[in-house]
C-alpha cells in the first residue's frame, strides 16, 4: 500500500490544519491506522491512531485537541488539529500495517509559530 499525505503548512498558534492521508488500496484491510510526528532532531512519536471499529487513542499532549478519521470509503484517515502549538511543529506521519510489515507515508510539514 501507499501512503500519501497532505494538507501541512504554517499556522499560528491558535490556529487549525487538517491533514488527510489517502491509501492506494481500500483501508479496510487494515485494522489500525495512524499519525506520528517527527520534529526536528527527535523521535518519531504516536499522535494518534484508529482502529477500523473507530476506536482511537492518542498521545497525552494532543488530548482533546486533535482528532483521528477514517473514511472507509474515500479510503482516506485525517487529523483536525486545533488550537496549534509551537510544540506541534513536526513533519506528520501516516502509518498502517499488515502484519508485521509496516508502511509510511512521505510526510508532510506542520510549523506553527508563536
Known amino acids: 500500500v501507499q501512503l500519501q499525505a497532505s494538507g501541512g503548512g504554517l499556522v499560528q498558534a491558535g490556529g487549525s490544519l487538517r491533514l488527510s492521508c489517502a491509501a492506494s488500496?481500500?483501508?479496510?484491510?487494515?485494522?489500525?491506522m495512524a499519525w506520528y510526528r517527527q520534529p526536528p532532531g527527535k523521535e518519531r512519536v504516536l499522535v494518534a491512531a484508529i482502529t477500523s471499529s473507530s476506536s482511537t487513542n492518542y498521545a497525552d499532549s494532543v488530548k482533546g485537541r486533535f482528532t483521528i478519521s477514517r473514511d472507509n470509503a474515500k479510503n482516506t484517515v485525517d487529523l483536525q488539529m486545533n488550537s496549534l502549538k509551537p510544540e506541534d511543529s513536526a513533519v506528520y506521519y501516516c502509518?498502517?500495517?499488515?502484519?508485521?510489515?509496516?508502511?509510511w507515508g512521505q510526510g508532510t510539514q506542520v510549523t506553527v509559530s508563536s
Open positions: 488500496e481500500t483501508i479496510v484491510r487494515f485494522n489500525r
Open positions: 502509518y498502517t500495517n499488515r502484519g508485521y510489515t509496516g508502511y
